[in-house]
């Protein structure tokens, strides 16, 4: 039963300048109203360790968001900060320990069919500049790779979300602990996956 792709789990992190902007609300409100469902959530301020551990769960992640920076720039017809993947993510990795240790931030873990998928469609990509309009990083925030760049710092996007179904149930062990999840129902629920739909009529 548990195997339904009614029940794939993504991890969600509303960071600090979520967090500052005032957009908690909205932010939540854009992953509840496409029908996912909220399992865990808690506020934090991360320690460095446990940022560090998170973003290197994935031994790629270095390569990958080396490469998508560089392909980014090259996009753009600019140059990138250097050509080597690994002295990019070196510098984005201090960064992003600066950034996402500096306040409260929120951590969710939301439920539903195709959640990896559909929570990284709501949010958009990585990049606000390039992120399109409708998305939560494309309608909120307006940062961009170079601007980051030039003042040393990590992209400021508002949230964390997983990008695997992997990575998220890494992640996921990664900041909760099983007792902090629950396994519960919406009664709306049989509008989504309800087969027969026999519930509606008296
Ligand atoms: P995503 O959060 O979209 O999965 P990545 O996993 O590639 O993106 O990167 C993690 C985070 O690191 C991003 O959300 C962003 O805050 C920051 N980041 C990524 N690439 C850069 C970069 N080139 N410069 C500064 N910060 C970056
Ligand atoms: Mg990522």
Redesign the pocket.
């Known amino acids: 039963m548990k195997s339904h792709p009614k029940f794939e789990r993504t991890l969600v992190i509303i960071?600090p300048d979520g967090i500052q902007r005032t957009l908690i609300g909205e932010i939540l409100k854009r992953y509840e109203q496409v029908g996912l469902k909220l399992v865990g959530i808690k506020m934090l301020i991360p320690t460095a360790d446990l940022i560090e551990e998170h973003?290197t769960l994935d031994p790629e992640?270095r390569t990958?968001?080396g490469l998508?920076?560089i392909k980014?720039y090259k996009d753009k017809g600019l140059t990138p900060p250097h050509t080597d993947p690994l002295k990019?993510?070196a510098?984005?990795l201090k960064?992003?320990v600066k950034?996402m240790t500096k306040g409260p931030v929120i951590a969710m873990v939301w439920e539903g069919a195709h959640a990896v998928a559909i929570v990284?469609k709501v949010?958009g990509?990585?990049?606000p500049l390039t992120s399109p309009i409708g998305t939560i990083r494309g309608d909120y925030v307006i940062d961009s790779?170079s601007m980051?760049?030039t003042d040393s710092?990590?992209?400021?996007?508002l949230?964390?979300?997983?990008?695997s179904v992997k990575e998220a149930n890494d992640e996921i062990d990664h900041w909760f602990k099983k007792g902090e999840l629950f396994d519960y129902r919406h009664i709306s629920e049989a509008m989504l996956y309800d087969v027969d739909l026999d519930g509606i009529l008296e």
């Open positions: 960071k973003y992640w990958v968001t998508k920076t980014s990019i993510t510098i984005i960064n992003l950034y990284r949010t990509g990585t990049e790779y980051s760049d710092r990590a992209v400021r996007n949230v964390h979300a997983s990008g």
